[in-house]
């Protein structure tokens, strides 16, 4: 069985500051990793996925996320915070061979002027 | 706009009521998924499509009867739902059958209420 934790339920910014979403996994296989976004009254918007390529993965929005096989992790990161990037941020885990995928509790990422 | 639509966005009905919610995809994809949205709980997988066929239930009470008439639609029959049902409805739709391993395209939801 695999899971996932997002070690962080809000996370608060000021603009043009750094943003650090973390999130941890246990898979018992190589697992493919998501990031997705929920914005207020939005469906959720696929940032960025990991699947034993590259670690270091490019998303849309200027985002990133470092594949961590030591850690367990892989932290969703971006230079400069704007204040369109205020939602809801979902890390995700997906065993291929299970057919199994599980999201996390959600970060809420809140940018301040 | 992911091409993937759902309505209504609000429905508010009781708990004896039958209602149905509708999802619709113009990306011509294969796979087609019900998910829940609870505050403070992360998403729950509830029934999953590939190519009309479905071949995912995760333990969903019977009150959920899901139906996919096509490729392109979907529909979440609710009928004696409990006010622990209130969250909200998301549908999603991939490309591929792998569909642990595939970018989902969600909606925007169906916010329900059960009173």
């Known amino acids: 069985a695999q899971s996932v934790t997002q070690l962080d339920s809000h996370v608060s910014v000021s603009e043009g500051t750094p943003v650090l979403l973390r999130c941890n996994y246990s898979?018992?296989?190589?697992?493919?990793l998501f990031w997705y976004v929920q914005h207020p009254n939005k469906g959720l918007q696929l940032l960025l996925k990991?699947?034993?390529?590259?670690?270091l993965v490019k998303g849309i929005n200027g985002f990133e996320a470092e594949f961590k096989k030591s850690e367990t992790s892989f932290h969703l990161t971006k230079p400069s915070a704007h204040m369109s990037d205020a939602a809801e941020y979902f890390c995700v885990v997906s065993d291929r061979r299970d057919n199994d995928m599980r999201f996390g509790a959600g970060t809420r990422l809140t940018v301040k002027p | 706009e992911t091409g993937v639509t759902q309505t209504p966005r609000h429905l508010v009905m009781g708990m004896t009521n039958k209602k149905s919610l509708k999802c619709e995809q113009h990306?011509?994809?294969?796979?087609m998924y019900w998910y829940k949205q609870s505050a403070k709980k992360p998403l729950e997988l509830m029934f999953v499509?590939?190519?009309?066929?479905?071949?995912e239930n995760n333990s969903v009470p019977s009150r959920f009867s899901p139906e996919c008439p096509n490729s392109s639609h979907l529909f979440l029959h609710l009928h004696t739902l409990q006010p622990e049902d209130s969250a909200l409805y998301l549908c999603?739709?991939?490309?591929?059958?792998?569909?642990?391993?595939?970018?989902?395209?969600f909606g925007s939801g169906t916010q329900l209420s059960v009173l």
């Open positions: 990306l011509g994809h294969n796979a």
């Open positions: 898979s018992s296989y190589s697992p493919s």
């Open positions: 499509y590939s190519l009309e066929e479905r071949v």
């Open positions: 999603a739709s991939s490309q591929g059958l792998s569909w642990a391993n595939e970018k989902l395209f």
């Open positions: 990991y699947t034993s390529a590259a670690t």
